[in-house]
Nanobody, 125 residues
Framework: QVQLVESGGGLVQAGGSLRLSCAAS????????MAWFRQAPGKEREFVGG????????YYADSVKGRFTISRDNAKNTVYLEMNNLKVEDTAVYYCAADYDGVQGRRRVHDYDYWGQGTQVTVSS
């Protein structure tokens, strides 16, 4: 049984920063590709960014490139999303996802096998 648990969400003013964490348990973490997605009210879940199993490769949606950074610590079974210069349009529930196949570069919801419960990020103007 794989479990992904996100934390670190909250309310922040525009221009501020937040750091999300996703702790994984249940199976070997180091071989997985990990990603963050988000879903705003009334909208489809969208890709935010992903990181290869080694952490050596990261890729982002254009909307967050240059502002968000993904990293991982395989020793702690944890992946992070550092979010800077937050905008009102970044408001959403943020989800951590794991691709057990470890394939790099995937951006579609159905490419990922396991999901966390989500953490709310609200950016006020």
């Amino acid at each position: 049984q794989v479990q992904l648990v996100e934390s670190g969400g909250g309310l922040v003013q525009a221009g501020g920063s937040l750091r999300l964490s996703c702790a994984a348990s249940g199976r070997t973490f180091s071989g997985w590709t990990m990603a963050w997605f988000r879903q705003a009210p009334g909208k489809e879940r969208e890709f935010v960014g992903g990181i290869s199993w080694s952490g050596g490769s990261t890729y982002y949606a254009d909307s967050v490139k240059g502002r968000f950074t993904i990293s991982r610590d395989n020793a702690k079974n944890t992946v992070y999303l550092e979010m800077n210069n937050l905008k009102v349009e970044d408001t959403a529930v943020y989800y951590c996802a794991a691709d057990y196949d470890g394939v790099q570069g995937r951006r579609r919801v159905h490419d990922y096998d396991y999901w966390g419960q989500g953490t709310q990020v609200t950016v006020s103007s």
